[in-house]
């Protein structure tokens, strides 16, 4: 087979029909609660149960699996901090996954991790760091990284990883010299999540105001993912979260642990009341994205218990606002270029227009405008007319008691603006275009 040791994952008999009962269940029971009115304004919650029951069917999937698990791997293709198993397509079924065998020190494994001389705390950052990346940068990230399905990897341990059993010394010692001494090595793929471009762009700029600590931005991005509703009275938000920024921004956990709980509960009810005011909903693709995030900030404070989100949010947040302006560069040297085109054309433009005019030979034409002021004369036109019918047959009813010979004439001529209010169009319709 080419490998000293593999992993064989043999799917449970039965579990498709299990499956299948829990997410009638779920859909059952999302449709009774999509009726009550406070939960069918704040989530499509047969959205989410779809959603939800598409991962559940792929997850037991193997052969898509395997395709996630390469998938994966040329995100990170050059990437010295991270890897993944490769797949043994030979022994690999719908029902049956064999990889090759790349167990090491589970990260959560903090003993060993000292025992082999790793930092916890820099796997915590680094294990953000690429959290971020799969969200922010490829749109395409591991929805399932609990401590079980990722590895610390040190370099000598690396058999199995994307190579063939005695290329690993090899691979060793032709690694660049500022290549780390180990690498995240990420396992069981069942559970993937995809960012669309739309919504990845939207959630880098939410990260780059909430490092930004701009309580306004915040609003507004949380109106480009989709959390909030495009009616939403957004005043009374942006100052909370200008106040919460202001009070608990750069906190982490073990900071935040340190404040007095009267003033987080007395904060934490005031928030709660505006933000229960606000039209809030939880947008689909966001379920996976919750979980990828909520894991994966667990797990860095496992590692470190004094790890500060912020201090992995604000340098990944300036990297992105970094990208973005060298892309606004780039965006302004192309619009540069199209205009210098512009301008070097335009002199000889501007002199055959001048000849034109000089000769009398410019003539502009716009049939649709002429079609479309041809169109409003003949309506302006019926208007006026019904007004004068309006007039004259009011006066016509009015005069016929006291001046019946005047009032009849008058309700005899109200007749031919009538006519021509009620068929004019039509004779326009039929006319020349």
């Not at 499956?19 to 609660?33: E, F, H, N, S």
């Not at 049956?96 to 000292?114: E, F, P, Q």
């Not at 509960?265 to 689909?284: D, S, V, Y």
């Not at 309506?379 to 009849?408: K, M, N, Q």
Request: glycine residues 10%; charged residues 25%; negative net charge.
């Amino acid at each position: 087979m080419g490998y000293d040791d593999a992993v064989v994952k043999v799917q449970r008999p039965g579990i498709e029909v299990i499956v299948d009962v829990d997410i009638a269940a779920l859909r059952r029971v999302a449709g009774w609660l999509s009726r009550v009115g406070f939960v069918a304004r704040r989530v499509d919650l047969p959205s989410l149960v779809e959603e939800f029951a598409t991962t559940s069917l792929e997850e037991i999937d193997y052969l898509h699996e395997a395709g996630n698990a390469e998938r994966f791997a040329a995100s990170f293709a050059g990437d010295a901090r991270v890897a993944a198993p490769e797949v043994v397509w030979e022994r690999t079924t719908r029902r049956v996954l064999t990889l090759a065998d790349v167990t090491a020190i589970k990260i959560s494994d903090r003993g060993s991790l000292v025992a082999a001389g790793i930092d916890p705390k820099q796997v915590a950052h680094r294990f953000a760091a690429v959290m971020f990346d799969q969200l922010f940068r490829d749109g395409y990230f591991h929805a399932d990284p609990h401590p079980g399905n990722i590895f610390v990897t040190p370099v000598g341990m690396r058999t199995g990883v994307g190579m063939r059993t005695g290329e690993t010394d090899a691979a060793a010692s032709a690694a660049p010299p500022d290549a780390p001494d180990w690498q995240l090595t990420f396992i069981d793929f069942g559970m993937m999540g995809q960012v669309p471009d739309g919504l990845r762009h939207a959630l880098q700029q939410l990260m780059i105001a909430v490092a930004s600590r701009d309580g306004a931005r915040v609003v507004e991005a949380f109106r480009s993912v989709g959390f909030l509703l495009p009616t939403a009275e957004t005043a009374e938000l942006e100052r909370a979260m200008t106040e919460l920024f202001a009070r608990f921004g750069g906190m982490g956990f073990a900071e935040l642990a340190q404040v007095d709980e009267r003033e987080l509960r007395r904060f934490a009810i005031e928030f709660g009341e505006t933000m229960r005011t606000q039209p809030f909903q939880l947008p689909e693709n966001f379920l996976l994205i919750i979980r990828a995030m909520s894991l994966t900030s667990g797990m860095c404070s496992s590692l470190d218990p004094e790890f500060n989100i912020w201090d992995a949010v604000e340098p990944y947040a300036a990297k992105l606002l970094r990208d973005e302006r060298g892309n606004v560069v780039q965006s302004l040297g192309r619009e540069a270029l199209a205009a210098a085109g512009t301008a070097w054309r335009l002199p000889g433009r501007l002199d055959r227009i001048v000849d034109r005019i000089e000769e009398g030979r410019l003539v502009a034409q716009s049939p649709r405008i002429e079609q479309r002021m041809s169109r409003l004369e003949r309506t302006a036109g019926r208007i006026v007319s019904a007004v004068i019918f309006v007039g004259l047959f009011l006066g016509g009813i009015l005069l016929r008691v006291d001046e019946p010979v005047w009032g009849g004439i008058l309700l005899g001529v109200s007749v031919v603006p009538l006519l021509h209010a009620v068929f004019a169009g039509a004779l326009g319709r039929r006319g020349p275009h």
